[in-house]
């Protein structure tokens, strides 16, 4: 499954030698190996622009994370003072946040090239900005609304520019609020680590809606939670269950009995429970429900990550094969959360996270089926968060792009290619980069983010 193109690149000879004849390979992406810790972001410069409302707050909870800090002017990015000592070259950066929540008119969007035009000399390899747009109120000027929502255009823009330098960038809409900055603080360190790797271009709303605490340590924030993986036993499903497991989760894996022997095992390692049930058979329902009542204490955690595709064009495609892939991949999640959710199976506070699909966002050719299916599941979370914000339970849907799995190493190699490719990172991802993002989703952590839809996709072209 590994791309080779990227490979070719991790050796300096082999990329000196494509540089000289004007190709270039795509850099290896940098991911965490670790479970989440205290010291988050150590070995992490992380330059900071000192206009908007929220940056000095953030740089001291930064330094707690054992991150290291510069302070810059917009209007004057040149040789910043450094906050404390530091043992990296100077001017080179593996961070930045970039605070616009000041930005209200269009004068003002100057501001983004005068940070940003001399900045792009110093980003180090794998470096993470995070962008704070201002969320402009229902009676804000036209102006402000024009504004913010340029800087959002401005962000999506400089991705494709950036990401073949692997190279990310994700944005984040503050609200005007009291609380906003303890919901923001978990949201900016993870999108500064190296645990999303292949989350790109994204654009996510602070939401103040889902009643509760956040804490801002993601270390230990899912020790004792208990999930539910559906389609757990390979592939997304398996990294899924892993990574929760890894940050204290007690994983109860769901696959069919086709796959009960790779199910028992995963169970065995992460000292987690495995359940057999053929999703969209006719008893699966009533048998979950009751192997879930049967246990001591109700869900916190679910995810709905099996599906099936049943690919053809419309013309071609036999009624039980849109019947299938509907029925697995919406109706059954559908049923069975509202079940779980009626029998009071999910404990307040608890997380839904959805497996959705680039293709339930842009469509594909041959893939209606797929496309509706994974198009209603993010109809779904975005109702079910407002209607269970007062209990604390937030609802996401994710949505992968191209994912190097035994499942899309069957593809054909030019299909590979130009999937690899379409992406601002110009490579695939990997099961991990899904399951970083859905194990931050499942923590407490995430509060502050709720009926959110986020791909994971390198930046993919498709749909953006």
């Known amino acids: 499954m590994q791309d080779a193109w990227v490979e070719i690149g991790r050796h300096p000879l082999t990329r000196a030698v494509l540089k000289r004849i004007g190709l270039s390979s795509p850099p290896p992406l940098l991911r965490s190996s670790r479970a989440w810790s205290d010291d988050l972001l150590r070995g992490k410069r992380v330059l900071v622009n000192q206009e908007g409302d929220y940056g000095r707050d953030l740089v001291s909870y930064l330094h707690e994370l054992k991150a290291q800090t510069d302070f810059a002017s917009t209007f004057e990015l040149l040789a910043p003072q450094q906050t ?5 070259p100077a001017d080179v950066y593996q961070g930045t946040v970039y605070d616009a929540t000041h930005i209200s008119t269009v ?21 993470r900005m995070v962008v704070l747009l201002p969320s402009p109120t229902a009676m804000a000027a036209p102006e402000a609304h024009a504004a913010a929502q340029a800087i959002e255009g401005f962000v999506r823009s400089l991705t494709k520019e950036i990401g073949p330098k692997a190279v990310n960038i994700n944005a984040i809409w503050v609200p005007k609020d009291a609380t906003s900055l303890e919901r923001l603080k978990p949201l900016v360190a993870f999108f500064l680590s190296d645990f999303c790797a292949f989350i790109t271009g ?27 993986v559906t389609g757990a036993a390979q592939g997304i499903g398996y990294a899924i269950s892993r990574r929760l497991a890894e940050e204290g989760a007690h994983v109860i894996g769901l696959d069919r009995a086709n796959n009960a022997e790779a199910l028992q095992e995963l169970a065995r390692n992460i000292d987690g429970e495995s359940m057999i049930a ?76 959805c497996m959705s699909s680039i293709v339930g966002i842009a469509g594909n050719y041959g ?80 509060q502050g983010v709720n009926g959110s839809v986020v791909r994971v996709c390198g930046g993919s072209f498709l749909g953006a």
């Open 84 to 88: 404390d000592s530091k043992p990296y």
């Open 107 to 127: 004068a003002q969007l100057k501001e983004l090239y005068r940070f940003f035009h001399p900045h792009l000399r110093k980003l180090g390899f794998n470096h």
């Open 202 to 228: 994204q654009v996510l709303h602070l939401s103040l809606m889902a009643q509760g605490s956040t804490p801002q340590a993601l270390a230990g924030s899912l020790a004792g939670k208990r999930a539910l």
């Open 278 to 353: 053929e999703l969209g058979g006719p008893e699966a329902l009533t048998q979950v429900l009751e192997e879930l009542q049967r246990r001591p204490s109700p869900l916190d955690i679910i995810v709905h990550n099996a599906g099936v595709t049943r690919d053809r064009s419309l013309f071609a495609m036999q009624e039980k094969q849109w019947d299938q892939v509907l029925q697995v991949n919406l109706e059954v999640v559908v049923n069975l959360t509202q079940a779980i959710l009626h029998r009071g199976l999910l404990a307040q506070g608890g997380r839904i996270i």
């Open 367 to 446: 893939q209606t089926n797929y496309g509706t299916s994974k198009a209603g599941l993010i109809g779904f979370v975005e109702a079910l968060a407002t209607h269970l914000a007062r209990q604390g339970v937030t609802a996401h849907a994710v949505a992968p792009g191209f994912i190097e799995t035994p499942m899309t190493a069957n593809l054909p190699f030019l299909a590979k290619q130009v999937a690899r490719r379409l992406s601002s990172l110009a490579q695939g991802g990997v099961p991990d980069d899904v399951a970083e993002l859905v194990t931050f989703l499942a923590s407490p952590c995430s």
